[in-house]
Antibody
Framework: QVQLQESGPGLVKPSETLSLTCTVS??????????WSWIRQPPGKGLEWIGNIYYSGNTNYNPSLKSRVTISVDSSKNQISLKLSSVTAADTAVYYC????????????????WGQGTLVTVSS | QSVLTQPPSVSGAPGQRVTISCTGS?????????VHWYQQLPGTAPKLLIYGNIYRPSGVPDRFSGSKSATSASLAITGLQAEDEADYYC???????????FGTGTKVTVL
């Protein structure tokens, strides 16, 4: 079955750019059947959708983060990537990648499966 | 920012039934977007529990059930078990934000 694995630096300095990669196995990011999302969770807090991407490169972003976020896809490596610029301590969170799911008869996407998540701390 | 409101916590004794509400608005649940639910055990990633308001993925016990009405949705857990102690999140789509929104999360405690 499809598995997702996030990777990237666990520590980023304030004002710098956070960069993460999600490697997909057991399936293809370019299958054309799914969008792929990034979701984050600050320590002890709730979930926040960051944005998603289709294999064609079409993206959607959370308006609250849109000015700082870039999500991209590398079909040759079967990976999606996240870049978040000008980070502050408020961006400290566990970052998850997940596959969007949609089926006829259900209105709106859901997420399954999820990666295990990776903790990114913003600190000098 | 969460636009779906859940109670911070609910609790129940083993074997009891608990429900978790998820209250939205006319731009998400009330706009006919469906609601999905996730279970997050401590230290782990969220796991899909219910999709499309009422559907259980393969492997999810039938003790978990979902419903939706107007601008809100509910998750019910019957026959509560110790292993159900976790955080639960609802999720939907919001057309004013043009994106996915999550609930504030509810911690379920088994007494």
């Amino acid at each position: 079955q499809v598995q997702l694995q996030e990777s990237g630096p666990g520590l980023v300095k304030p004002s710098e750019t956070l960069s993460l990669t999600c490697t997909v196995s057991g399936g293809s990011v370019s299958s054309g059947s799914h969008y792929w999302s990034w979701i984050r969770q600050p320590p002890g807090k709730g979930l926040e959708w960051i944005g998603n991407i289709y294999y064609s490169g079409n993206t959607n972003y959370n308006p609250s983060l849109k000015s700082r976020v870039t999500i991209s896809v590398d079909s040759s490596k079967n990976q999606i990537s996240l870049k978040l610029s000008s980070v502050t301590a408020a961006d400290t969170a566990v970052y998850y990648c997940a596959r969007d799911q949609m089926v006829q008869g259900v209105i709106g996407p859901w997420f399954d499966p999820w990666g295990q998540g990776t903790l990114v701390t913003v600190s000098s | 920012q969460s636009v779906l409101t859940q109670p911070p916590s609910v609790s129940g004794a083993p074997g009891q039934r608990v429900t978790i509400s998820c209250t939205g608005s006319s731009s998400n649940i009330g706009a006919n977007f469906d609601v999905h639910w996730y279970q997050q055990l401590p230290g782990t990633a969220p796991k899909l529990l219910i999709y499309g308001n009422i559907y259980r993925p393969s492997g999810v016990p039938d003790r978990f059930s979902g419903s939706k009405s107007a601008t809100s949705a509910s998750l019910a857990i019957t026959g509560l078990q110790a292993e159900d102690e976790a955080d639960y999140y609802c999720q939907s789509y919001d057309n004013s934000l043009s994106g996915t929104v999550f609930g504030t999360g509810t911690k379920v405690t088994v007494l």
